[in-house]
């Protein structure tokens, strides 16, 4: 037994996404089918579809999603038909080096089911799941280890978020950089994840809370997320960043773009001693310098963060609570709702850097 849904497919890298039927097979021992209630548009997404992250092709992207379970293979103990779940875009596999050591976000072996087809196009082709979750299709088969049941309480489709950019940008603020009540942070770039990081920041208590970005109409959305300061970023950004902090620099910075000249400014906007956490993903042909004797001067940290160094399964149930409470607002990160043949427009509406979160809808 097959099922055949409808797949925004990426056919190779560079081409343009097009609406075509894929077949999934049964879910096999230790997997499960999903129904997808909804599919964020991530920049990573974009990133892989022109080639500045690499991924197999045919590919079906999208890695950002919620949706209920609708078949399990054998042996499936973790969720049942009818279960509402997130994705998981890096399961753990609970048993390599690094998982060993606590790390599970590091794990070794999460891009495992990225490399293996998992299912055929109409002439036969075998198609790769993107970052192994596929979610720009109508249904996805994953590993039972990709999924996380959802808690009561949040709404199916905006739990999508949940999958990348609130975990990655709230787990940046509360398990990488550990942001205390009080403690200055500076934003660089207000995407879906830059903007979840502005909503941990805002759980965090921390202040001022200083966003920048390189489009003036982010500044209400920045301040609707929690920014007590906009700034248009210009050779000048370091320098108006320490004049909102005291004169001395942010403790914080998050670095949500992925390039040198932002990561450079993050670092130059933090303190002596404070801490920047790089949380966008970059190129490898973007070289980012520092001089010998600044690194010892300001004795700044520079750290990156994968996945908000988080541990979906015990960081789900915190973010759910957070919701429930009215103090996450995940309707507030959503700025388009979107559907599957939409995909092409909102990469547009992110590289002219409009909009937080286009939120695909089933
Ligand atoms: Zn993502
Ligand atoms: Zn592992």
Not at 134 to 161: K, R
Not at 166 to 180: E, F, M
Request: proline residues 5%; charged residues 20%.
């Amino acid at each position: 037994m097959t099922t055949t849904v409808r797949a925004a497919l990426l056919s190779s890298v560079g081409a343009q996404l097009e609406l075509t039927e894929i077949t999934l097979p049964d879910p096999g021992p230790g997997q499960v089918r999903v129904k997808l209630a909804a599919a964020g548009v991530c920049h990573s997404d974009l990133s892989l579809a022109t080639g500045v992250l690499r991924a197999a092709t045919p590919v079906v992207l999208g890695h950002e999603g919620a949706g209920t379970v609708v078949a399990v293979g054998e042996g499936v103990t973790k969720v049942a038909p009818g279960d509402s779940v997130v994705l998981n875009w890096a399961p753990a596999c609970g048993h390599c080096h690094l998982c060993e050591l606590g790390e599970p976000w590091l794990c070794e072996n999460s891009y495992a089911a990225s490399v293996e087809p998992y299912a055929t196009l109409a002439d036969g082709t075998a198609a790769y799941p993107g970052l192994g979750v596929a979610a720009f299709a109508e249904e996805t088969v994953v590993s039972e280890n990709a999924v996380i049941p959802l808690p009561q309480g949040v709404p199916l489709d905006a739990a999508a978020l949940l999958g990348c950019a609130v975990l990655t940008g709230y787990g940046a603020v509360h398990n990488a950089a550990r942001v205390r009540e009080g403690e200055s942070a500076v934003v660089f770039g207000l995407g879906g994840v830059g903007l979840a990081v502005l909503q941990g920041l805002r759980i965090a208590g921390a202040g001022p809370v200083v966003a920048v970005d390189v489009t003036p109409e982010k500044e209400e959305l920045a301040r609707r997320h929690g920014a007590t300061d906009f700034v248009l970023a210009d050779e000048q950004t370091a320098k108006t960043v320490r004049k909102l902090t005291g004169g001395h620099g942010a403790d914080h910075a998050f670095e949500c773009v992925g390039r040198s000249t932002s990561i450079r400014a993050a670092w130059n906007s933090t303190r002596r001693g404070g801490r920047t956490t790089v949380v966008g993903i970059g190129s490898k042909d973007d070289q980012v310098s520092f001089n010998a004797l600044e690194i010892f001067h300001f004795a700044r940290t520079l750290t990156a963060c994968v996945y908000g160094d988080g541990v979906p399964e015990r960081d789900l149930p915190i973010l759910a609570d957070h919701v429930r409470a009215g103090r996450l607002d995940l309707d507030a990160l959503i700025t388009d709702r979107i559907t599957l043949d939409d995909i092409p427009a909102a990469f547009d509406r992110m590289r002219e850097g409009k909009g937080g979160r286009s939120l695909i809808v089933f």
